[in-house]
């Protein structure tokens, strides 16, 4: 089921891209033709070498500020004619000039980083935590963004070393996690046993 709604969003995104491109049997260019392919490539997970030219425009747009950035990534997204289509088109585009490049697994474990200590000011250690933030869950559940194997997935608890994975390696990483928390408990355990 899944596999079926993943073609028919790619087949709607495609349809809407191919309305957008034909004016007078004339294709996009410039900006324009780069971000209605912004907008597909980023709405998913797996994307082709053709994908290249537009993501690495849609990336390159960095200014001082974060909120700086995410706007003019907007307004480039926006120079889609199909854009402003609909008002899922319109959440689409505002989701990935808020989401895309900041909800992968690596930059959640970076992002999501926060030193705890023993509440008399020594450092204990760093936590990942196990929240999406709102732009990504706005982004990630999109209703016409598929991710598929890609998406982030939180394995372990925070306090206990957990961290993001993508969702085709969880298995193998909780594998590994149970595992080196399982040899913690064991050493804790033994070291008491000893005391």
Sequence with gaps: MRKIKTILIAT???????????????????????A?????CLSTGTRPNECQPSIQKFF????????DTI????????KCPSSN?????????????????QCDAASLNSELQQTFDDGNGGYLGIIIGNQLPGYCNIYLN????????????YVGLP?????????????????????RVA?????????????
């Design 12 to 34: 709607v995104l495609l349809g809407i891209y191919a309305i957008s491109a034909s004016a007078d049997d004339n294709f996009l260019t410039g900006d324009s033709k780069l």
């Design 36 to 40: 209605c392919e912004a907008t597909m």
């Design 60 to 67: 390159s747009i960095k200014m001082k500020k974060p909120g």
């Design 71 to 78: 706007k003019e990534r907007l307004k480039f997204l926006k």
């Design 85 to 101: 289509d609909s008002s899922e088109m319109q959440a689409l585009v505002v989701a990935i000039a808020n989401g895309a490049g």
């Design 142 to 153: 999109n209703q016409y963004v598929q991710f598929g194997d890609s998406m982030p997935k």
């Design 159 to 179: 306090e206990r070393g957990g961290l993001w994975v993508n969702a085709s390696d969880y298995d193998l990483m909780l594998a590994a996690y149970n595992a």
């Design 183 to 195: 040899q913690e408990d064991a050493a804790k355990a033994s070291a008491q046993n000893n005391n």
